[in-house]
T-cell receptor
Framework: LAKTTQPISMDSYEGQEVNITCSHN???????ITWYQQFPSQGPRFIIQ???TKVTNEVASLFIPADRKSSTLSLPRVSLSDTAVYYC????????????FGSGTRLQVQP | GAGVSQTPSNKVTEKGKYVELRCDPI?????LYWYRQSLGQGPEFLIY????????DSGLPNDRFFAVRPEGSVSTLKIQRTERGDSAVYLC????????????FGPGTRLTVL
């Protein structure tokens, strides 16, 4: 079971780019890397998923090196509303194994 | 369309009582998941349904916890003889079977056992 490790917390200012790196040394061939965002008193929200190289959507970019042992979630020009907990997960692409959430990274964006 | 809904939003009960928590998934989502989340922690997996059957119930902490999804849509999580340690936010999520890692979460039910 691939365990993920990510920083407990990060601070940033509005307008800055934020990069949150996650390590997953034991990632399996069939595993995808998935990131979720959670605001207080809400359920987590899917942000982005990738297998290798780079994935970009309207919210974030996900960078995955060739060895796939880590990944970096990049949030461009954060705003106060990006203050949340961000979870990095490794999931079997066919869902044969339950998603395992860690404690996540608490991002605080300051004005 | 409507997202995942959960009822009640809050439930306060006494130790030893029985509770039922309900989840209405997104229409068309065949996979349904239950998690629970304690303060400051990430969601902890409980059980996963594919259609009507439980595909993985390895996260249920003990036999006081049980979940059903009789028609492959709505699911009910049932907790017998509640204990104070069961207090948490219970989250439900659903997904298409082709995208199991892209789960849509409901707002959760906050359970408080006094």
């Amino acid at each position: 079971l691939a365990k993920t490790t990510q920083p407990i917390s990060m601070d940033s200012y509005e307008g800055q780019e934020v990069n949150i790196t996650c390590s997953h040394n034991n990632i399996a061939t069939n595993d995808y890397i998935t990131w979720y965002q959670q605001f207080p008193s809400q359920g987590p929200r899917f942000i982005i998923q990738g297998y290798k190289t780079k994935v970009t959507n309207e919210v974030a970019s996900l960078f995955i090196p060739a060895d796939r042992k880590s990944s970096t979630l990049s949030l461009p020009r954060v705003s106060l509303s990006d203050t949340a907990v961000y979870y990095c997960l490794v999931g079997d692409k066919e869902g044969r194994r339950a998603l395992t959430f860690g404690s996540g990274t608490r991002l605080q964006v300051q004005p | 369309g409507a997202g995942v809904s959960q009822t009640p939003s809050n439930k306060v009960t006494e130790k030893g009582k029985y509770v039922e928590l309900r989840c209405d998934p997104i229409s068309g989502h065949t996979a349904l998941y239950w998690y629970r989340q304690s303060l400051g922690q990430g969601p902890e997996f409980l059980i996963y349904f594919q259609g009507t059957g439980a595909a993985d119930d390895s996260g249920l902490p003990n036999d006081r916890f049980f979940a059903v999804r009789p028609e492959g849509s709505v699911s009910t999580l049932k907790i017998q003889r509640t204990e104070r340690g069961d207090s948490a936010v219970y989250l439900c999520a659903s997904s298409y079977w082709t995208a199991p890692n892209e789960q849509f979460f409901g707002p959760g039910t906050r359970l408080t056992v006094l």
